[in-house]
């Protein structure tokens, strides 16, 4: 609890997200206690017991603010186009210092999915809508044969994505993010070509 005539902390609930998420990206669930987390956002453990009452509410709370952003929903242009700038996004959330949150948090919401699995469910549910209605707009617009799978094509780009990022080492993550922009078209091309896209501007 706030020490009396200490006015309110504006930055806490921000600072201590940042800080939980950054613990819970390092050590997962298993690791996550309010002693490491008191020590890493400078503040007492009263405080985030007082604010938070648990480390599950705590946790939950922190998913909500620091997932992934999704793709955003723009006017259409070509498939290859969008799913150019979808596949860079998702890479670019694994790159980036939290990177490991989310991936860790989709497998431990199979072991705890009373914690994990309602924080991330609506995150991924929009995920696919926005994901299935770029290529179902594909699909509309003649550029993938009709009955094509929305769900393979964005879990091939995914999936990928998510394969080469795990499967690379530490060491060789610089390289990673410098070919961006490569890897991102060699895995949507790669794709596209898989399941018969026609350019429409060709």
Do not use: C
């Not at 200490?6 to 800080?19: G, K, Q």
């Not at 007082?50 to 992934?68: C, D, R, Y």
């Amino acid at each position: 609890m706030t020490a009396r005539g200490r006015p309110p902390d504006p930055d806490l609930e921000t600072r201590v997200h940042a800080a939980a998420l950054e613990l819970y990206g390092e050590v997962g669930w298993a690791g996550f206690s309010f002693d490491a987390l008191a020590r890493r956002a400078h503040v007492g453990k009263a405080t985030l017991y007082g604010k938070w009452g648990s480390k599950e509410k705590l946790i939950v709370a922190a998913l909500a603010t620091g997932l992934p952003r999704h793709p955003e929903e723009r006017a259409a242009g070509t498939l290859r186009a969008d799913l150019l700038r979808m596949a860079g996004e998702i890479l670019d959330s694994y790159l980036e210092p939290r990177g490991l949150v989310y991936l860790r948090a989709q497998i431990e919401a199979r072991v705890y999915p009373e914690l994990f699995g309602q924080a991330l469910e609506s995150f991924q549910r929009e995920r696919i809508r926005i994901g299935r209605a770029i290529v179902v707009g594909a699909i509309d617009r003649g550029e993938l044969p009709a009955g094509t799978s929305p769900a393979l094509v964005l879990d091939a780009v995914a999936g990928i994505l998510t394969n080469r990022f795990l499967s690379t080492p530490i060491s060789q993550m610089p390289a990673l993010a410098a070919r961006r922009n490569v890897l991102v078209e060699e895995i949507v091309d790669f794709v596209l070509s898989a399941v018969h896209y026609r350019d429409p501007g060709s």
